[in-house]
T-cell receptor, first 115, second 113 residues
């Protein structure tokens, strides 16, 4: 099965800087990769989806890249704010038989933006 | 804000009790899921459903069962709760089978004493 590694369990950065989170996977390349935000005691919230034929995707202060050669996705938050503090999860599709796919999640990286 | 609701938010119960965790969505999504998540760990898929009368087991073995009698409702039942069942249970749904963008509920934090 697919193994997903997110660069670190915790990342602390200064307000206003760019946060960069890494997601690496080990096996086959997924058709698409997703990023979610999870706040303590809450369910994850979808942020961005990037397909295997897309190099980069942007949404406001968020940017995602997808390198199928390196088997890696980078998630950037520019001009970070304390409100961006949360755990960010990487997820990708994995075949579950009979032509269907399920999402496999990484453990996440806990981002803390320090004022 | 996703229109998917889980009740209860917190549940503390004794060993051996039967419990049902409720999940409802008002988005008309065909596919629904149950994930289990322990603190600092990844989400593990325990059950999913493609639609009414469809239920499948996920990657993580679970002693729980699910049913899907109505599109909007996907309850999870534990016949006899044990301390090893203590965890957070997250329900989710998705609209388009191809992209699998998930909408999650707020979760139920279950503690079995």
């Amino acid at each position: 099965s697919q193994k997903i590694e997110q660069n670190s369990e915790a990342l602390n950065i200064q307000e206003g800087k760019t946060a960069t989170l890494t997601c690496n996977y080990t096996n086959y390349s997924p058709a698409y990769l997703q990023w979610y935000r999870q706040d303590p005691g809450r369910g994850p919230v979808f942020l961005l989806l990037i397909r295997e034929n897309e190099k980069e995707k942007r949404k406001e202060r968020l940017k995602v890249t997808f390198d199928t050669t390196l088997k890696q996705s980078l998630f950037h938050i520019t001009a970070s704010q304390p409100a961006d503090s949360a755990t960010y999860l990487c997820a990708l599709d994995e075949p579950s038989g009979a032509g269907s796919y399920q999402l496999t999640f990484g453990k996440g990286t806990k981002l803390s933006v320090i004022p | 804000e996703a229109d998917i609701y889980q009740t209860p938010r917190y549940l503390v119960i004794g060993t051996g009790k039967k419990i049902t965790l409720e999940c409802s969505q008002t988005m008309g999504h065909d596919k629904m899921y149950w994930y289990q998540q322990d603190p600092g760990m990844e989400l593990h898929l325990i059950h999913y459903s493609y639609g009414v009368n469809s239920t499948e087991k996920g990657d993580l073995s679970s002693e729980s069962t699910v049913s899907r009698i109505r599109t909007e409702h996907f309850p999870l039942t534990l016949e006899s709760a044990r301390p090893s069942h203590t965890s957070q249970y997250l329900c989710a749904s998705s609209e388009v089978r191809g992209t699998e963008k998930l909408f999650f509920g707020s979760g139920t934090q279950l503690s079995v004493l």
